[in-house]
């Protein structure tokens, strides 16, 4: 199995191009299913989870030609509509594809999603939506089976007691090709919300509310959609705000490329708290680390967007570690998203956990050591915390971050880290 090593303690600098968002291209991927059309997507990231959803539309059909950051999708071939558990397992976000396969061919079978490291991660809402658009909705055998009424999905009033992204992205594929006029009250506003509002609305599907809470679609009564433009996916926030940390842990000077400002404004008002500073020119940023290398404390509380995403949580959480005094950071997401909690406290944190509030002490030095990635910001997290280590650090169990972020070792390597894979 493959494990990086990791040399702690240089500090970094260079520029460092942001690569398309995992979780906007894959439910962008999904919504091919849609159209009886190639669809053409670029700015793809290069990580695991994207060439998983590929495989899974390849296995019911699809016509998938997948090359670099570019993919052409044909959903024109599809002929099953059941997305086999061997794929679901490896992919959670596989369940994007229950609203689209549902809504073009009136039926399908899509594994349950099993357990998950942070968390119970229900799919209560994705299932309450289709049902208020009329599908049948019956679990058997670790499958959810839906069926549509005769004619297809109609739209309906879905109002979703939690804010959910992928229940909202289910329910926005669904109603894309619904009959009548679908409303979502307490739609997710992610900006992978808004990318995929935007590629409906660019095959003609009428779409308003988009980046807000109250969504209204009007379908297309049944009618696949033919996407006219290539998709271009929308820069990686997470990835960009990982990058940040990693300037700001290792008390670095580093530029990032292609980022989309407005969409990491919660993380960069926590840095500058923590006594960062930053030059914004365009699409690229530059972090400056504090004048005299002492990073403050910083309090977090984790919420849907534009709150700060609990994906930075595990990731702020290590550069909290070396700060000045003590930081509180709440998980109000995830129930279990901790797992790095023990694990960086391995390499000399101080963390101390209470319920869903972490209490970060602040520690003068992080030392290497050997640890294991349990889940994919974890593992970034714990990345982040070596460099700044003094000494090895030997991570193992990188497929998780292999799932999502492109070229971690690549692009740190550039910035000057001493990062190696290894096998053993
Ligand atoms: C998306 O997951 C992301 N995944 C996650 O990114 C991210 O952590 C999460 O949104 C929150 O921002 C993708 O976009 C592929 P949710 P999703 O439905 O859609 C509860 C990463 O590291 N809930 O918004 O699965 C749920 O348990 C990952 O890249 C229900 O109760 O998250 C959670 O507490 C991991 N019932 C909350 O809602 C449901 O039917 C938010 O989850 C659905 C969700």
Redesign the pocket.
């Known amino acids: 199995m493959d494990y990086l090593e990791i040399e702690g303690g240089r500090r970094l600098s260079g520029t460092v191009r942001i690569s398309g968002a ?2 906007s291209a ?1 439910p962008v991927i999904a919504a091919t299913l849609l159209s009886d059309h190639p669809v053409v997507m670029e700015n793809l990231p290069d990580v695991v989870d994207i060439r998983t959803l590929l495989k899974l539309l390849t296995i019911l059909g699809a016509n998938v030609e997948h090359e670099g950051n570019r993919a052409v999708i044909d959903c024109g071939s599809v002929n099953s509509t059941r997305a086999v558990y061997e794929i679901v397992a490896q992919m ?2 596989s369940i994007l594809v229950l609203g689209p396969l549902l809504s073009r061919f009136g039926e399908c079978e899509v594994s349950l999603p099993g357990g998950c490291a ?9 299932l309450k939506a289709l049902e208020v658009m009329g599908a049948t909705i019956e679990i058997k055998g670790g499958y959810v089976h839906a069926i549509a009424p005769e004619g297809g999905l109609h739209g309906g009033t879905i109002v979703f007691d ?6 909202t992205e289910n329910t926005l594929m669904a109603a894309a090709l619904a009959h009548g006029t679908t409303k979502i009250v307490n739609a ?1 506003r ?1 900006p ?1 919300i808004v990318q995929l509002c935007q590629m409906l609305a660019a095959a003609g599907v009428s779409i308003d509310g988009v980046g807000t809470g109250r969504i209204t679609i009007e379908g297309t009564g049944g009618k696949a959609l033919r996407f006219p433009d290539p998709v271009r996916i929308i820069p990686d926030r ?1 990835e960009a705000g990982t990058y940040l940390c990693a300037g700001a842990i290792t008390r670095s000077t580093i530029t990032l490329e292609d980022v989309e400002i407005e969409h990491i404004q919660s993380m960069l008002d926590k840095l500058e708290g923590m006594g960062c500073s930053f030059e914004i020119d365009g699409n690229s940023i530059t972090i400056f680390p504090p004048e005299d290398g002492r990073l403050k404390e910083v309090n977090i509380v984790t919420a ?1 967007y534009p709150g700060f ?3 930075m949580q595990a990731q702020f959480m290590a550069v909290a570690t070396l700060a000045e005094g003590e930081s509180l950071i709440e998980e109000r ?2 129930e279990n998203r901790f797992m790095h909690v023990s694990e960086l406290n391995r390499l000399g944190a101080d963390i101390w956990l209470k319920g869903n509030v972490a209490a970060v002490r602040p520690v003068d030095e992080l030392y290497g050591a050997d640890v294991m990635a349990t ?3 974890a593992s970034s997290a714990l990345v982040l915390a070596a460099l700044a280590a003094r000494g090895t650090t030997r991570i193992r169990r990188i497929y998780h971050l292999d799932r ?1 972020y492109d070229d971690l070792q690549g692009k740190l390597s550039k910035l000057g880290a001493s990062i190696t894979r290894l096998h053993e």
């Open positions: 995992k979780n894959l959670r976000a942070i968390g119970q991660r229900p799919i209560d809402l994705h939690k804010v959910s992204v992928g229940a997710a992610e992978e997470i849907e995403p609990t994906d997401l995830f889940d994919l910001r999502g």
